[in-house]
């Protein structure tokens, strides 16, 4: 959700001035494309953020225990503040139906369309460039395709009802995209094993060694290298 909340941040930087440093996330996204991507995936970015600080903030409380529930552990206060998010400014299902005022617009969708398909393509293109991410670019493209097949062959009526999930959808495809694309820049383990994890392309662990992967557990939250014991090293915390 970081990733993609600076991908919408770097889109909006690339309206605002056509020419932005060669750092910059969305660099290779014409202006054009930028306009037409910040208008589709800004109501996504909100809804999809929205809904999955809530089910995050409730992990975090459930794992701190009792002290996690209790306001002067913080984490309440938080949980509880956070459900505004998906209510102002735009509910889920307000957010959802104006993602589909954008591709109900013939005049939009279709380039709407193409230049998602073409951030997709360029993101897909950069993940195939890191071997350390073997098939999970054509992965996550499969996962995109048949998003883009359900927009194509589904009525409009059906559609409607089933926005919330497009929206939510579309949002995990782009920002695992994002994550992706910075995974390939330097082959992070920990950071391509995130990308492996977030369709449960990698099962969660079920299917390799519980060592191993609780190793990569605890790298994940805490960072540096696990100790042979399973504990994190202290010197790189």
Known sequence: MTHFTFLVISLLGKTESPTPSASSSSSSISTTDARLLLRLLTPVLKATVAKTAVSFLSECMESLGGQGYVEEGGIAVLYRDTQVNSIWEGTTNVLSHDFLRVLG?????????????????????????????????????????????????????????????????????????????????DGDEVEIECCERVFDFKNQGWEGDAKSALRMDQRIVFGGEAASDGTASQAKL
């Open 105 to 185: 617009n013939s005049s939009q969708r279709t380039p709407t369309l193409a230049a998602l398909d073409r951030y997709i393509s360029s993101c897909v293109a950069q993940g195939e460039s890191c071997r350390g991410l073997g098939s999970f670019p054509r992965r996550l493209r499969a996962v995109y395709l048949k998003w883009r097949d359900r927009l194509e062959k589904t009525q409009e009526a059906q559609l409607r009802s089933h926005a919330r999930e497009m929206v939510l959808w579309l949002g995990r495809v782009v920002g695992a995209a994002e994550m992706m694309c910075d995974a390939a820049g």
